[in-house]
């Protein structure tokens, strides 16, 4: 089966501008959540989304909005890019959005603002 | 707000030795998770510890948890190479799970050299 997968792997960007991650959970995982790693630090939450609702919001500014489609993909879009938004964004699904299912995660964009 | 904390951050080992990793928590959970990331690659899950007392092991790594004093502990036998790689615990205080996330420590760069 295939795991998490994530598109672009790879994306630059200039700064003020608007960019969209692509996520597609494992087969018949219904939770996506999104992370930033930031070099050097662990990840930090973004979102979660069950059942195509948002369950969780972590703090990041507005400029950070997500949804989820009915086959259970996710995007999840940054506006207004800043130089500080470059990182590594993770997508995680689990089977559903409880504690015992513990996340599998893709294996990430790399987004770069200059 | 919940705090992560692992020591140490940086670990350089010999073959063959045996070490211990700390993760010290600041919120009652009794739900933490350990994963590996290799450089440039994503998380990949090792243990998940979901009561006090639990003990999980895999191979080399035991990784262990005590809700009362808030710390889980990632014991590395006899180490080897191949376990070079970036260790992240995180907790998780979602109440029933799904709302708020996972938060991450800020990991331990683990070095074996032969």
């Known amino acids: 089966d295939a795991g998490v997968t994530q598109s672009p792997t790879h994306l630059i960007k200039t700064r003020g501008q608007q960019v969209t991650l692509r996520c597609s959970p494992i087969s018949g995982h219904k939770s996506v959540s999104w992370y930033q790693q930031v070099l050097g630090q662990g990840p930090q939450f973004i979102f979660q989304?069950?059942?195509?609702?948002?369950?969780g919001r972590g703090n990041f500014p507005d400029r950070f909005s997500a949804r989820q489609f009915p086959n259970y993909s996710s995007e999840l879009n940054v506006n207004a890019l800043l130089l500080g938004d470059s990182a590594l964004y993770l997508c995680?699904?689990?089977?559903?959005?409880?504690?015992?299912?513990?996340?599998?995660f893709g294996n990430g964009t790399r987004l770069t603002v200059t | 707000e919940l705090k992560v904390e692992q020591n140490p951050l940086f670990l350089s080992m010999q073959e063959g030795k045996n070490y211990t990793i700390y993760c010290n928590y600041s919120?009652?959970?009794?739900?933490l998770y350990w994963y590996r990331q290799d450089p440039g690659k994503s998380l990949e899950s090792l243990f998940v510890?979901?009561?006090?007392?639990a003990v999980k092991q895999e191979g080399r790594l035991m990784a262990s948890l005590d809700t009362k004093a808030r710390l889980s502990t990632l014991h590395i036998t006899a180490a080897v190479h191949d376990l070079s790689a970036t260790y992240f615990c995180?907790?998780?205080?979602?109440?029933?799970?799904?709302?708020?996330?996972?938060?991450f420590g800020k990991g331990t760069h683990l070095i074996i050299q032969p």
């Open positions: 995180a907790v998780d205080i979602r109440p029933g799970g799904g709302a708020d996330g996972l938060t």
């Open positions: 919120t009652t959970s009794d739900r």
């Open positions: 989304y069950y059942e195509k609702e948002e369950r």
């Open positions: 995680a699904s689990s089977l559903e959005s409880s504690y015992n299912s513990p996340l599998h």
């Open positions: 510890l979901l009561s006090n007392g």
